[in-house]
Structure formats: C-alpha cells, structure tokens
C-alpha cells in the first residue's frame, strides 16, 4: 500500500486548498476512502469519507459546508476541496481507507501540512 498525499500550504483565513492523494497497492475502486487531521497535541481524527457505489459522503460537524471529498477510481486519487478555511484546520492532512476504528490502520502515508493563518 502507498498513499501519497499533496497540496498543502500556507494559506489566509477565508481560503481555499484542494488536497490530493494518489493511492496504489489494493484495489482502489473497491474501497470507501476517507481524509483525516492531525493537529499538535490532539489526536488524529476523520474529517471526511468517500463511500463506493455511490452511497454517499460523511463530513465531521467541524466541516460540514465548508470540505467537499471526491474520488477518481481511474486514476486512483481522492481529494479534499477545502473552502473558507479557519486557523482551527491547521493540521496534518492524511488519507486512508475509511476505518471505523482508525487505530486499525496499518499503514499512513506522509501527509500533508496545511497551515491557516489569521
């Protein structure tokens, strides 16, 4: 399994980021996919998910309205449309498949860093 996660920055409070995660190694269109954060001193936590055959999305309340996940079967990528970002989304951005338990997962790309500026 490889995860590859990009497009995160330094941006100002109001903007926008998209994230991209290339995945390989498992049968991509197979698997409901999921973004989660980390932020310093908290524990990592799942902001959005992907389910397959069109059974739809789940975004954390912290990011309802604001965060649009999409997936790419043919080329094995999701993003993470970022609107109207706040200091609070200053995290670690990683994706995965979707665990109910995200303890369980035995293997986590690099992430990427976003940074929301006040």
């Known amino acids: 399994v490889q995860l590859v996660e990009s497009g995160g920055g330094l941006v100002q409070a109001g903007g926008s980021l998209r994230l991209s995660c290339a995945a390989s190694g498992f049968t991509f269109s197979r698997y409901a996919m999921s973004w989660y954060r980390q932020s310093p001193g908290k524990v990592r936590e799942k902001v959005a998910a992907?389910?397959?055959?069109?059974?739809?999305?789940y975004y954390a309340d912290s990011v309802k309205g604001r965060f649009v996940i999409s997936k790419d079967n043919a080329i094995n990528t999701v993003y993470l449309q970022m609107n109207s970002l706040t200091p609070d989304d200053t995290a670690v951005y990683y994706c995965?498949?979707?665990?109910?338990?995200?303890?369980?997962?035995?293997?986590w790309g690099q992430g990427t860093q976003v940074t929301v500026s006040s």
């Open positions: 995965n498949k979707n665990y109910s338990n995200l303890y369980t997962a035995d293997y």
């Open positions: 992907i389910y397959i055959n069109d059974r739809g999305t």
